[in-house]
């Protein structure tokens, strides 16, 4: 009995926050349904009869369609590219003792620290200078390079704590070091770097000062760039539902993948912190 | 085990420091440099002016008013974010007896959680910038309707209450996440060692305490340093949701927007690159700090 | 945001100079100096010179305005034109995306420099990044080719955009302050807009009692209310005092017709007469609240209207009235307003297609594409008598009124442009001020204090007037 009851006071506590949660998204979303001045009549009404054609502008006139598709482009590129180097930088740094590895290990995990905004002036010329300025290959490199050092720093500890049994092994069958990278470590790695690979993707899609800057092709902008400029244009022009509309399509589809690979992100954060 | 090791290395590790140094280090590096010169990002030539910039710094409000926020915000939100998801976390796993794991439902509330991750912290602005409307927003609206209406007030308006507004949005947005990380974790508490704690009459508490708390430290000691990093910015939501942004009277200032607007609007690039330097050693001080405080044996369940 | 907002933002540029001098050596080298600038022969049809089939890039700002009266331009170019291609952009961050272009020497034919984060067009020009207009100001205008450009602007319009003795940059838009109030509203009620300030307030009571909000104002950003404040003691003072201000001279900011005025503003709130939650509400949920009847007056500059545009319900009928009067002894008279143009354009020095750049302006500064503007933009071009036979909307209508009855008596601070570490001290001290947590004489000495730190930093570029 005594466990009946305390179980409803958690699931009181475990639902109100749930409810906090919910509560702004689901708000959004009906903001995004209804007419400018339904939304300043009262943040809860429902309205009269659901402006779909605030959805269509958002989708038309922001095109957050084509924002969508250009940051799945930069940000699966930059993901696959830093995760293949951080895991092979991880793998060096953490299982091969080597003069100066120690100082290459501080240097990469230094440069989670520093405050991104410092660089941007300097990272414009270098960028620019190596003629990548606004294309995507240059942005999937900046991107991957600014999360080398997180993804460096969670891929190091995973490596340590892989055994080692099996790495001699295959050395004794005669593996290459690549080879027992690719074939003995990777595989055995992989529930790491599933994880380091939620945190990355999330961290990129994210992503807002770097493209602001080195993305400047309105065509090419990511979805935070044309968020913002939404929300700067609404500033302009009033268009609250048009908003909240690009607001919801954008949340939408990592929304929907979320719900749909949850279980596998899960599965991926648990082998991740048991290490 | 030699042969090849050292081409190895080299193959492996040259394309991932180049594109750092390329890309990370050298702009650093040119910000390190500018922060000793009085660069105004407009004159033919920067003079060096030395420690200037750094000595200027700790006579400056503005500067120091927003190295406190920041402070503040690093004092409250990577604990509060750790205590709320240790707490569900422990939730979700501990509940429901100890045939169950985790309480009914809890499949959905660790789905649930992790939304507000999925917000851009572009959207993240825009969208509270409305829940604390004064007036009619979200907030107020809320409280009106539970018979609050004397807490009903311009959040984001009132020195008292900016700032807490602000870190609440950080803690909303960071807690999901985490949640799910440390159920992950304890998750991977084998069955029959708690079983095993339970015959020997440990209570949930002790269970919790005992048994499951120390196998996720390695989980809390990353969550403090990613939220500590969290709190040292700040600058995104600052800058797109408060008054002025940084306002009321400064109560909202980080040293992320002082930076901004030193080196965009000012045009003291010198100085903002300082700023960013001192930031960079703070962070890199703390973190060392966290991390030398924090570890400990790592618990070995073989 | 708005022309308001924009002014704190100015966004320094690194210049090409600047920036490689500092930065060679390093990774960059800023750009590989200008290209090569075509021109084409002169004739009557092209009186610029623009090169056959050379390609246009115009980067606009879009914003209040929109941009149908800049695409309204590059029609016009195409015709004259016909084997250039343009590109046409608009942008809300005009400096983000162009500072870099221009440090590395690469920006566009024509830019329109304005908004939140558009570049310090004096820091432009001190780079040598402007050409100078003075070949379009001399060229005959697309509306008659006996008129040349210059001779189509209104007065004031080539010198705001002239910079140490050249024309940089040429603004399109006239922009005047107030304080705006639905006719529709005071007629049903009664109302008048107050031409004094007594009555002002007097009138705050009667609105209350009708159970309105005499005011709201764009809290998040305090220099909206700042507009009429500055607006009151420059009444008060005159053009001595703005000068005063600007020239940073001591105890400028403790002028008494600045604690008049600071004691005016000071009275709406003492007195209860600002909606609730005003201090924390951007410039859109202010104006929303306004346009929705929650309150009477808000102080705005005339893109308002545009600005609006899509929530003004039916029949709200908006208009413009001037400050009202401070004192009997005012220096400037009642109808006297705060004025300036904005929305600059201007064409990079080291723009690919600089003729063309000019030829761009001269089709964007004819009245064809003026008369657009008022009419889309709801806003008052700069070009003369564009405005003239249309039918104005109520708000613009009430602008071109209030302009013409100010006639000469326009003023203007230049505070805000010179020093923007001054501006943003003055806007938190107002945000104080109007949140009902700060008297005027602490405003005013806060922001004498800041004033003097400007003053005394030899760092900082000082200006005249």
Sequence with gaps: MKTRLSDSLLHVVLAVWALLVTLPLAWAVLSSLKTDAEIFASPWSLPASPQWGNWVRAWQEAHIGRYLLNTLIVVGGALVLVMLLGALTAYCLARYDFPGSRIIYFGLVAGMLFPVFLALVPLFFVVDQLGLLGTYHGLILVYAAYALPFTVFLLHAFFRGLPTATAEAAFIDGCSHAGVFFRVMLPMARPGMVSVGIFNFLGLWNQYLLPLVLNPDPDRYVLAQGLAALAVSQGYRSDFSGLFAGLVIAILPVLAAYVLFQRQIRAGLTAGAVR | ?????????????????????????????????????????????????????????????????????????????????????????????????????????????????????????????????????????????????????????????????????????????????????????????????????????????????????????????????YLGILALDGFALVQIMTVGPGGPDNATEVVGLTLYRAAFTYGEFGYASAMGVTLFFITLTLTALALRATRRERVELA | ?????????????????????????????????????????????NPLGVPDGADLEVVVFDGGFGSEYTQHAVTLYEERHPGAAVTHEGLQKVGEVLQPRFVSGEPPDVVDNTGAGRLDIAALAAAGQLTDLADLLDAPSLDDPAVRVRDLLLPGVVEDGTLDGTAGFLNYSYVVWGIWYSRSL????????????????????????????????????????????????????????????????????????????AE???????????????????????????????????????????????????????????????TAADALPYGAVQGSSSESFLVPAQALNPRGGLEYLRCLFSTEVARGFAESAKAMPVVKGATDGLDLSPGLASVAAALDAAGANVFGYKYRTWYPELAVEVDTATGELLAGRADPDTWADRIQAAADAVAADDSVVKYER
């Design chain 3, 1 to 45: 945001m708005d022309v308001r907002s924009s002014r704190r933002a100015l966004l320094q540029l690194s210049t090409m100079a600047g920036a490689s001098a500092v930065l060679s050596g390093c990774v960059t080298a800023g750009g590989d100096g200008p290209a090569e600038q075509a021109t084409g022969a002169v004739t009557d049809d």
């Design chain 3, 264 to 326: 005016a503003v000071h009275a709406l709130v003492t007195g209860g007469h600002i909606l609730e939650g005003s201090e924390g509400l951007s410039h859109t949920e202010a104006q929303n609240a306004w346009c929705t009847g929650q309150a009477a007056f808000i102080p705005c500059g005339s893109w308002i209207e545009g600005e609006q545009q899509g929530v003004t319900p039916e029949g709200f009928d908006m208009a413009m009235a001037p400050v009202p009067a401070l």
């Design chain 2, 1 to 225: 085990m030699r042969h090849g090791r050292y081409r190895f290395l080299i193959g492996a590790l040259a394309p991932p420091l180049l594109l750092y140094g390329v890309f990370v280090v050298s702009p650093y590096a040119q910000a390190f440099y500018l922060a000793l010169t009085d660069w105004d990002g407009l004159s033919a030539e920067a003079r060096i002016v030395g420690l200037a910039n750094f000595a200027d710094l700790w006579s400056d409000p503005l500067f120091l008013a927003a190295l406190r926020n920041n402070g503040i915000l690093l004092l409250i939100v990577p604990t509060a974010v750790i205590a709320l998801a240790l707490f569900f976390a422990a939730c979700l796993t501990l509940g429901g007896g100890t045939k169950r794991r985790g309480v009914r439902g809890s499949g959905l509330y660790r789905i649930v959680y992790f939304f507000p991750q999925l917000l851009s912290v572009a959207i993240l602005g825009v969208l509270f910038q409305f829940v604390y409307t004064p007036g009619d927003g979200l907030l107020n609206g809320l409280l009106g309707a539970v018979g609050l209406d004397s807490l009903e007030r311009a959040w984001l308006a009132d020195p008292a209450t900016a700032l807490p507004a602000v870190t609440a949005v950080m803690i909303w947005s960071a807690v999901g996440f985490y949640v799910v990380l440390f159920t992950a974790a304890m998750e991977s508490v084998p069955t029959d060692v708690v079983e095993a704690a339970v015959l020997d009459g440990a209570g949930r508490f002790t269970v919790f305490r005992r048994i499951t708390l120390p196998l996720v430290g390695d989980s809390v000691q990353t969550a403090f340093v």
């Design chain 3, 186 to 261: 005071f007629e049903q009620h009664g109302w008048t807009a107050p031409a004094t300030w007594d009555d002002m307030l007097a009138l705050c009571g009667e609105i209350k009692a009708a159970g309105i909000a005499p005011w709201t104002w764009q809290g998040k950003y305090p220099e909206y209310m700042m507009d009429p404040l500055q607006s009151l003691a420059a009444k008060t003072g005159g053009l001595d005092l703005v000068y005063a201000i600007d020239n940073l001279e001591p105890d400028a900011w403790r002028q008494d017709g600045v604690l008049a005025a």
